[in-house]
């Protein structure tokens, strides 16, 4: 069974960075495409990144180049760099994929940004 859990999000005053990781178990990664999701409170989930098994990469709009996904197969990690954050980034940042013609999502961690 497939199974994703987030880590690395916290608070972090705007402009400043951080990087997420997502641990992917049951399956090999490389098998998958994985995204990158987020919500804020009061808002619908976004699609924020996404990377293919082969590791071609497509982002949100939003992103404006300074976000960079990417994925560590010996390891079965994803992770997602996030720089120059701004106050609207602020929100529970989900990896996820589809497995058996499901959606498979983690936990989520938290991103909080500060002035």
Known sequence: QVQLMESGGGSVQAGGSLRLSCQFSGIPLRLNGMRWYRQAPGRKREMVAAITTGGSSDYADFVEGRFTVSRDN???????????LKFEDAAVYYCATVHNSGWIWGQGTQVTVSG
């Open 74 to 84: 010996a390891k079965d990690m994803v992770y997602l760099q996030m720089n120059n």
